[in-house]
């Protein structure tokens, strides 16, 4: 999740679920936004004798528009609500809470659930709140909501539109068909992106706060998962998912790659290929049925094996390049060939262990996308400088880098600190027991994964640093710190469908 000065629909998806982990909760969220669009209308017309009409769908913006109303009446306006389905369709639980909220004001406040587009009402107001879709607007309006934007466009009402205008599309602005056009529309947290290139349908654009400080940007979180992980449609085939193929192993080290491809497998990507030398390859086999290994003449990688590795790179979305690789001579020369190679062809890397140190010795920037994951150790070998022992300077050295490199820097350790040079986060997930050898190589399976499924680097490697120490915490949590790098992969899973699930661990932890 890459933030700029606007945010997509995703992007604040992802936002509000990160709330909800840090303790922020969506009721609050609610709260605050319709609060903030009940003081804007009092902040612009006087109650006496003023009608406001609040038009609300059956998700989070109908409950925006639930809590309007309410303080509304407070401020002693008169209120009407127009409910565009049956009540019983309410999706939102925090909607569901604030619609229950108002049964009890039904004297003071007019409701009318429009259960099919005939039974709209007629309605006069001075000020009309569209408050049924927001950021949900993505395609052609069906019936009732087509003939309700309809009638609103028709009233002769100042128009307040909640966080997006009914029918325009958040992220592109496209309108299909037809919109809500707003006199003011009062959005949160952002402005959405889409609202740029519909000015003729949003009005005035005020941007108020909802009680999320734009510092929580800083801090990965489960939304940061749900925002890399690709959707898996029904209709899905193999090699959709991404190939991975990792390049590592040698006489010494068979379980470092091993490791990183079925972290992979783990994470969702369909094909996890290891390169490895011969032997090591045999032996990696044998380890797991779901490993294809790719059998390169020799006792470690040199450049005799280019030909057979570029073949490899060729049918992959994504390479891992070092685990358990050793530093060889041979090794190192081949480690700068596959480089220039994956950069020529513009895949992407990430470079983890005896492959970072590698290229360290002769580091620039690539072209291609570049992840590297160091702990502090390897950050040396890879910048030539010592990190500082604070947090925050230690931050301004992994982003300088960054930026340097052109890459994005995962730095482990006790916190995570993952830049790309322009943005920076920090993952908490994790705890003293993945000191235990091997969990750097999942954390390179993990995010190796998410690249091959066309993940951004950088959400890539926060998502990635976020699943693979919540693996950890909950195998903490189940064994202690007496674990084994494998038990994170049957965690992996769990965390990848369900981050949030997370919430309980770091609520222990804290």
Not at 81 to 99: D, G, M, P, Q
Not at 387 to 413: C, F, M, Q, R, Y
Not at 491 to 502: E, F, G, L, R
Request: net charge neutral; glycine share 10%.
């Amino acid at each position: 999740m890459v933030l700029t000065k606007t945010v997509t629909s995703s992007e604040m998806r992802a936002i509000e679920t990160n709330a909800q982990y840090y303790g922020i909760s969506l009721l609050q969220l609610m709260e605050t936004a319709g609060r903030n669009v009940a003081e804007e209308i009092s902040a612009r017309f006087k109650p006496n004798k003023t009608k406001v009409a609040i038009f609300c769908g059956s998700g989070g913006n109908g409950g925006d528009g639930f809590v309007a109303a309410r303080y509304l009446v407070c401020l002693g306006f008169e209120v009407e609500i127009v409910l565009a389905t049956r009540s019983s369709n309410i999706v939102s639980e925090s909607a569901k809470h604030n619609w229950d909220v108002l049964q009890p004001l039904r004297n003071l406040i007019k409701i009318t659930e429009v259960k099919d587009s005939t039974l709209i009402p007629e309605v006069k107001a001075d000020i009309v709140v569209d408050a049924m879709l927001g950021i949900g607007s993505k395609g052609k309006l069906r019936p009732p909501l087509l003939q309700l934007v309809k009638k609103i466009n028709k009233m002769d009402s100042f128009c307040v539109a909640v966080d997006v205008p009914t029918g325009v599309n958040s992220d592109t602005g496209e309108v299909l068909g037809t919109a809500v056009k707003a006199d003011i529309t009062v959005t949160f947290y952002k402005v959405k992106t889409g609202l740029k290139t519909a000015k003729q349908f949003t009005g005035e654009i005020i941007v108020k706060n909802i009680g999320v400080p734009q510092e929580l940007e800083q801090f990965a979180g489960p939304g940061d998962v749900t925002f890399a992980i690709k959707p898996r449609l029904p209709t899905a085939h193999k090699g959709e998912f991404g190939r991975l193929l990792v390049i590592g192993g040698s006489k010494t080290f068979s379980g470092a790659p091993a490791l990183a491809a079925l972290a992979a497998l783990r994470t969702g990507v369909d094909i996890a290929t290891i390169a490895a030398p011969e032997k090591t390859a045999t032996v990696i086999s044998g380890m797991s049925a779901a490993l294809i290994t790719k059998k390169l003449k020799g006792k470690h990688l040199s450049t005799n094996n280019l030909d057979a590795i570029k073949k490899e790179i060729d049918c992959a979305t994504a390479v891992v390049l070092g685990p358990g690789l050793g530093l060889h001579p041979e090794t190192k020369q081949a480690v700068k060939q596959i480089i220039e190679y994956t950069e020529k062809i513009g895949k992407s890397l990430l470079l983890d262990a005896d492959g970072l140190k590698a290229f360290g010795e002769f580091k620039r920037k690539l072209s291609c996308p570049l992840v590297v994951t160091p702990h502090a150790r390897e950050y040396e070998i890879l910048t030539g400088t010592k990190l500082p022992d604070s947090l925050e300077e230690k931050i301004k050295h992994v982003k300088n880098s960054a930026k340097e490199l052109g890459a994005t820097i995962l730095l482990k350790g006790p916190v995570d600190v993952a830049s790309d040079g322009k943005y920076t986060k920090l993952n908490f997930t994790g705890n003293q027991g993945m000191t235990v050898g091997g969990t750097g190589d999942v954390l390179s399976g993990v995010v190796g994964g998410l690249l091959a499924m066309s993940s951004d680097p950088f959400c890539a490697a926060v998502a990635g640093a976020f699943v693979n120490g919540a693996a950890g915490d909950f195998v903490a949590m189940e064994k202690g710190f007496h674990m084994l790098p494998m038990d994170l992969l049957d965690w992996i899973p769990h965390v990848m469908d369900d981050p949030m699930s997370h919430l309980e661990v770091q609520t222990n932890k804290l």
